[in-house]
């Protein structure tokens, strides 16, 4: 046996070990953050997008996609079930709540051999920062935010530090008509891989056909707490919603494992098909019981390095464990 070789591997493992926990514990304290800012926990929900609704329907590839990459919901259409949601852990948050936004919107594709995939997107073209121990130093500056007497207060440093996260903030996230109205985007990237082995980087976009159309505020001030939860659930009994899947590719340059930084919209997009809803399925208990996980991946797709999408299945496993 060469020693010296397996010393090395054993220094690897260890590492990786290590890397682990490391990831396992920012995890954790994530969660409890989450659960801490809502007042909970609130057994049995979501730690983030507590609250949400769930419609099903099909997906549609088109020939691009197929192009694109050899995944199996590229090559025929297949069923999906969607769940919407609002922001925060908070279950009767009010749907027009300024906390409430970005909102969520999880798909499920299930695949023909019954295995199944997921994207996670939100109504925001962003994420306020780039690796899961800055989201962690966020949400405990907002945590702390009540209590705190210093100036610069910690959540002030940190935005003064993270543009991104400022922006974030700042930037106007308005009510939606409609969730049938509503644009959402998978912050994180992947990589598409078609038959002959090429790979493209991609972030996914979801864009409503029935065109992005805004709530008026005083209309959104009045609302009902659960607004936008039933019109869209009595929407899709009378009239299909639907949405263009889309893929933007990055152009030389453009950062391919930050979420913080959105590429601009003037990058190629490339339709990958149609999702339509048109029901609500008879298994809503057993569905909110499940884990959407965007590493949840078929042939054809990759998972980028980005530490944001590699830490989310750890964070949200640590939720699900919680609430089952």
């Not at 007042?39 to 590839?61: D, I, M, Q, W, Y």
């Not at 505020?217 to 009595?234: C, F, G, Q, R, S």
């Not at 999702?275 to 797709?301: C, E, H, V």
């Amino acid at each position: 046996m060469n020693i010296k070789i397996t010393l090395v591997t054993v220094g690897v493992l260890c590492a990786m070990h290590s890397l682990a926990q490391d990831v396992g514990t920012v995890a954790t304290k994530t969660v409890d953050t989450f659960s801490a800012l809502a007042e909970g926990p609130h057994k049995g929900f979501r730690v983030n997008h507590a609250k949400g609704t769930f419609l099903s329907g099909t997906f549609t590839p088109t020939e691009a996609a197929q192009k694109l990459s050899v995944a199996a919901h590229f090559k025929t259409a297949v069923p999906v079930v969607v769940r919407f949601s609002t922001g925060t852990g908070v279950p009767t948050l009010p749907d027009t709540s300024p906390h409430a936004r970005p909102y969520g919107m999880a798909i499920r594709f299930t695949l023909p051999d019954q295995s199944s995939t997921d994207i996670v997107s939100i109504s925001y073209n962003g994420f306020p920062v780039s690796t899961p121990e800055e989201f962690l130093a966020l949400l405990t500056a907002i945590k702390d935010a009540p209590t705190e007497t210093s100036k610069p207060s910690a959540i002030e440093q940190f935005m003064a530090a993270h543009p991104a996260a400022a922006a974030f903030a700042k930037d106007p996230k308005p009510v939606p008509l409609s969730f049938a109205n509503q644009a959402f985007f998978g912050v994180n990237s992947f990589i598409f891989e078609d038959s002959a082995g090429k790979q493209k980087y991609f972030r996914y976009r979801i864009v409503p056909k029935a065109g992005v159309k805004l709530m008026p505020a005083a209309e959104a001030e009045n609302a009902t707490p659960d607004v936008l939860m039933h019109e869209i659930a009595k929407r899709v009994q009378t009239t299909p919603v639907e949405y263009l899947l889309q893929a933007q590719l990055p152009n030389t340059g453009d950062p391919l494992l930050d979420g913080s930084q959105a590429w601009p919209d003037d990058r190629e997009i490339v339709d990958l098909g149609t999702i339509q809803l048109d029901g609500i399925p008879k298994d809503i208990a057993s569905l909110d019981k499940q884990m959407f996980n965007p590493l949840s991946l078929p042939k054809g797709i990759i998972a980028s390095a980005d530490p944001v999408l590699q830490f989310r299945p750890v964070a949200y496993a640590v939720s699900f464990g919680r609430r089952i």
